[in-house]
C-alpha cells in the first residue's frame, strides 16, 4: 500500500512569490490534514478535511493561506504571498475516517522563503 | 500554557537503560493519546495509541495513560541507539470539530 505523497520535497522562494503544496493521502482515507512544523517545535493544524469538507480550520492564516480538496482525495495547499515566517515544513497526513484513528504522515515538503 | 506539554530534553541514557517520557495535556476533554517518533529530517511515525486509564504494551514500549492527573508517558525498555530521535506527544480532544495538538517534542539520545 502506497504511503501519503506529497510534492514538492523541497522549495526555495523569494518572499512575496506564491507557492503550493499537493498531497495525495492513502487511498480510501477519508480525512486529511495539513500540518505546519517549525523547527524544534511539533506540528501545528492548518487544515482538516472530512472528504471534501473543511471541518477544522481554525488555524489557518486565511489572508495569505488557501487549500482545497476537490473529490475528496488530492489537496492542494497554497501560500500567496509568501512571507519570511512561512519557512517551515509543511506536513500532509491522512487517516481512515474518524479522527481518534491513526494518522499517517507523508514526507513533508520543506519550505525556505529568501 | 500550552495544551499540550513535554519535556524538551533533551534525554540522555545509556544503551540498554530504560528511558521515560512524559507528556501533561490541559483538556480534561481529551480522549486518545498517541506517541510519535520522528528522526531528525524525516515525518512522525506513530509507535503507540492509548485511550484507557493504565498501561499498554507494545515490545519494548509502554505507553501509561492517568486521565485523573491529565498525563501520558512512555517508557522505552532496552534503549538501542536506533531508539535516538525526537518523540512526540500527540493529544485528540472528541469534538464534532475533532483536534490532533502535539507538543514540541523531547529529544532522546541512546549513547552506546
Known amino acids: 500500500e502506497a504511503g501519503v505523497v506529497q510534492s514538492p520535497r523541497y522549495k526555495i522562494i523569494e518572499k512575496k512569490q506564491p507557492v503550493a503544496f499537493w498531497c495525495n493521502p492513502i487511498?480510501?482515507?477519508?480525512?486529511l490534514y495539513w500540518y505546519r512544523q517549525n523547527l524544534g517545535q511539533g506540528p501545528e493544524l492548518l487544515i482538516r478535511?472530512?472528504?471534501?469538507?473543511?471541518?477544522?480550520d481554525s488555524q489557518l492564516p486565511k489572508d495569505r493561506f488557501s487549500a482545497e480538496r476537490l473529490k475528496g482525495v488530492d489537496s492542494t495547499l497554497k501560500i500567496q504571498p509568501a512571507e519570511l515566517g512561512d519557512s517551515a515544513v509543511y506536513l500532509c497526513?491522512?487517516?481512515?475516517?474518524?479522527?481518534?484513528?491513526?494518522?499517517?504522515f507523508g514526507p513533508g515538503t520543506r519550505l525556505l522563503v529568501l | 500554557q500550552k495544551e499540550v506539554e513535554q519535556n524538551s530534553g533533551p534525554l540522555s541514557v545509556p544503551e540498554g537503560a530504560i528511558a521515560s517520557l512524559n507528556c501533561t495535556y490541559s483538556?480534561?476533554?481529551?480522549?486518545?493519546f498517541f506517541w510519535y517518533r520522528q528522526y531528525s529530517g524525516k515525518s512522525p511515525e506513530l509507535i503507540m495509541s492509548?485511550?484507557?486509564?493504565g498501561d499498554k504494551e507494545d515490545g519494548r514500549f509502554t505507553a501509561q495513560l492517568n486521565k485523573a492527573s491529565q498525563y501520558v508517558s512512555l517508557l522505552i525498555r532496552d534503549s538501542q541507539p536506533s531508539d535516538s530521535a525526537t518523540y512526540l506527544c500527540?493529544?485528540?480532544?472528541?469534538?464534532?470539530?475533532?483536534?490532533?495538538?502535539f507538543g514540541d517534542g523531547t529529544t532522546l539520545t541512546v549513547k552506546p
Open positions: 497526513a491522512s487517516s481512515s475516517g474518524q479522527f481518534l484513528e491513526t494518522q499517517y
Open positions: 492509548i485511550y484507557s486509564n
Open positions: 500527540a493529544v485528540n480532544v472528541n469534538t464534532n470539530a475533532g483536534k490532533s495538538t
Open positions: 487511498s480510501g482515507h477519508n480525512t
Open positions: 483538556d480534561r476533554g481529551s480522549q486518545s
Open positions: 478535511y472530512e472528504n471534501e469538507e473543511a471541518v477544522d
